[in-house]
């Protein structure tokens, strides 16, 4: 059986139009993969806390018995390139989205559909706090790749990431259950005006006000 998330979820936020809000009913459902017995993995000894950059996502098994229900829905990576003729007429009706593991590689996904924006939804799911490769991955999507709609983090997502999130790209954020979704709501105004340039502002300060 697949582990599916609910629709119904309080700890979600959106930034529609520059303003960020809560959102208490989601349309979208992510579709979760069956759940098996990892391997342990261990390098000089030590275990290893991340998946390797392209490594594999999931077993054939996994795959073939991931339940996909009716409605909008969010596929993992690897379920919608095994399988993704059974879902053709989903994508074009705007029903399908798509989410990333930090490991896998967004060229994966634009080498079997260079049109990223026939989803409206691309997720990347954040198993670990520290792993950064969400940042990138965001950041190359919405600039070397062009993509347009929503794009959220979801996992292990705590209130100190969201404003560099934002910056990297990132339109949604589902806060992880234990956090308060309104105190990491009003982290996205941090900070007033960031030194550095970004995908949300494409000029450093020293470039957007001149000095007197």
């Known amino acids: 059986m697949s582990d599916i998330k609910g629709k119904l979820r309080a700890n979600l936020i ?6 960020a809000r809560l959102v208490m009913n989601d349309e979208w459902l992510i579709v979760r993969l069956p759940v098996v017995q990892e391997e342990v993995k261990k390098q000089a000894g030590k275990v290893v806390q991340f998946k390797l950059t392209n490594a594999e996502s999931a077993t054939a ?5 991931t339940q996909v229900p ?22 074009a009706a705007g029903e399908i989205g798509v989410w990333l593991e930090t490991h896998e590689l967004v060229e994966t996904l634009f080498e079997n ?31 070397r790749f062009g993509f347009r709609n929503e794009l959220r983090a979801f996992g292990d997502v705590l209130r100190d990431q969201l404003f560099f999130l934002n ?16 105190e990491a709501l009003a982290s996205l105004k941090d900070f007033s005006e960031p030194y550095q340039a970004a995908v949300t502002v494409d000029q450093p300060l020293w470039r957007r006000h001149a000095r007197v």
């Open 113 to 143: 559909q260079p049109d990223l924006n026939v989803f409206p939804v691309i997720g990347v799911y954040i198993e670990r706090f520290p792993d950064g490769r969400a940042y990138s991955t965001a950041s190359l999507l919405r600039t």
């Open 14 to 19: 959106r930034t529609d139009g520059g303003e």
């Open 61 to 65: 098994a996994q795959i073939t018995d």
């Open 167 to 182: 910056r990297c790209g990132f339109s949604a954020f589902e806060v992880r259950a234990d956090r308060s979704a309104e």
């Open 70 to 91: 009716e409605g909008k829905i969010v596929l993992p990576l690897s379920v919608w390139l095994a399988r993704k003729a059974e879902f053709s007429s989903r994508v």
